[in-house]
């Protein structure tokens, strides 16, 4: 899979093909509120 390099909140993120901008900054401790998201659901 490849590999992109973001930056969240000033900070340097790798995130993984397929995963989501929420996943990469939790990845990384950036907590970003959201009423509608968990992980379990598709």
Known sequence: MSE???QLD???VSA???MT???AAQSVGIQ???L???EQLE
């Open 4 to 6: 992109i390099l973001l």
């Open 10 to 12: 000033g900070r340097e």
């Open 16 to 18: 993984r093909e397929g």
């Open 21 to 23: 901008l929420l996943q």
């Open 32 to 34: 970003i509120p959201t």
């Open 36 to 38: 509608c998201y968990h």
